[in-house]
């Protein structure tokens, strides 16, 4: 088993101890155990992560984290930023994953669009750490909506990212934080990332849905010039 696979192992064993809300219709439609992590996909060796909140229907049903409509928004701007065309056709859209790593902050999906109570969040947050420092080997994060960025709080200082969230320019700022890890043996990781973060491109979000696709480019352009 790779390092990589124990730690999926390792994420359903924690999930199998105890319950916790899991949209099990939804699992079971896609014929999947629902305890059965959704990590991530992508490249572990890309530079660029993207960050959402949790998975939806689409993403369980494809086994991939951002396949929905928030994924296909994302996708496609990748495919238009590192292709500089636009994709003709879905299959397209797989050659981003070559450059990327999509998770979020729990590899489930919960019942209905509610997102995670904090408990949960807390309960799977080490695993998270463990795939982006010991894992991925990138060091830029786009996150999409507050309840993504807001799960890197705890590596800034006291209420460091509040205040930087409060800024009418973080969505084309940017801020460092310092992720860390404990291995097996006790061995201390740390990865410095930097933060980019958007709204979370869902038409319930008025204010930034139309406005999406061009900050997205705009992210990306910093990334792939």
Not at 137 to 150: C, P, V
Request: contains cysteine; glycine residues 6%; charged residues 20%.
């Amino acid at each position: 088993m790779s390092d990589i696979e124990q730690l999926i192992a390792d994420i359903q064993q924690e999930a199998q101890r105890e319950t916790f809300p899991v949209d099990e219709p939804v699992y079971q439609a896609a014929s999947l155990e629902p305890t059965q992590p959704i990590l991530y996909a992508g490249n572990l060796e890309s530079k660029l992560c993207f960050f959402a909140r949790d998975l939806g229907k689409d993403e369980v049903r494809a086994g991939q984290p951002l396949y929905g409509a928030a994924g296909g928004f994302v996708r496609r701007g990748l495919y238009r930023a590192i292709a500089a065309t636009e994709p003709t056709k879905d299959t397209d859209l797989q050659v981003v994953l070559d450059r990327v790593l999509l998770t979020n902050t729990v590899p489930y999906k919960p019942p209905g669009n509610k997102a995670y109570a904090e408990a949960v969040k807390k309960r799977f947050r080490p695993f998270l750490e463990r795939l982006l420092v010991l894992h991925w080997q990138g060091d830029q994060i786009i996150t999409l909506g507050n309840e993504a960025f807001n799960w890197f709080a705890p590596y800034g200082a006291k209420g460091e990212l509040k205040q930087f969230f409060a800024r009418s320019d973080r969505y084309s700022a940017s801020i460092q934080v310092t992720l860390q890890v404990q291995n097996t043996e006790g061995n201390l990781h740390q990865r410095l990332v930097k933060l980019l973060p958007l709204p979370h491109p869902s038409p319930l979000n008025q204010k930034y849905y139309a406005q999406f696709p061009q900050l997205l480019q705009a992210r990306l352009a910093e990334i792939f010039p």
